[in-house]
């Protein structure tokens, strides 16, 4: 089984690939680390502890980060994830306590107790992990890996023109991030909005388990709207859930490698730009580490990994 720690900012689709994790018999999650984004910081640690509840998994909840490294307190997402970040559910808040740890903290720490074997899943804005390279300059050592949902390196943002959410949120800790020298999977818009989801798959999810795919049901109804705006047909994209499965089922995504530094300049802020082999003699590229940035994914297998998954 992996060991991970799940970087959130719950938010419709982090709630399903938290479930989707706490589901997986090949998945470990030693915690969950929340930081601003879709939600203020308060908000997203709160939301995730009452996941973990409604799942019943006593596991720590951090909070951490609630502003860009850089810059003013950003704009939140709730035009796609409602005011409670759970598409307006009116879901109970959590009876419990967070750790007392930030969420940056916590991520050093059990890199130290556990050096070699944790995979940093990053769903959310990446301050915290930005924040942990900072408290322990050491921890690419001591993590086996980092999966990221964020980015569009060949595609479009969502955002600008050419930024995703997670990405532009928080460009200085991305660029941070994404120049340390650990082993990067970045799964981006290339991937995740090739895939739209339809009514039908969540209503599957909700009768293959009816608590926490009834959840994800409930709450996708808003989720739902705001992705179907000018669109014929019904959808949503289930970005967050993507890193996660690649750690199931690796073969599930192609890759292509290249260097990767993040702009943060106004412009072009949060944009991923990746650099081909052979293309890295700029100073400003020295510290670009080489990502493997997933461009295609098995659709029709994919889907049948999260109903799976579910109805377990
Ligand atoms: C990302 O932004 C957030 O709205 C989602 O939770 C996902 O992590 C997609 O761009
Ligand atoms: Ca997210």
Redo the contacts with the bound molecule.
Sequence with gaps: THKIILDT?P????AMAIFFAFQSPDIEVLGLTTVY??VPVSMSAQNALALCELAKMDIPVTKGVGMPWVGPESSY?HF??GDDGFGDINHPAPKGELDPRSSAQFIVDMARQYPGEITLVA??PLGNLALALRLEPELPKLIKGVNI??GAAFVKG?VTPVA???IWNDAHAADIVFSADWDIHMFG?DV?NAVPFDPAFVDILAEKNPVLGGFVQRSSQFYIDFYSQGRSDRVC?F??AFPLAHLIEPDLFEFTEGHIRISTDELNRGQTSVAPEGTTASPLWLNAQKVKVAVRVDHPRLTQLFIDTYAR
């Design positions: 900012d938010g419709i689709d982090d984004g879709n997402a796609v994830h769903v959310g949902m964020g969502n995703e959410a997670n818009l995740t994209f970005h967050d």
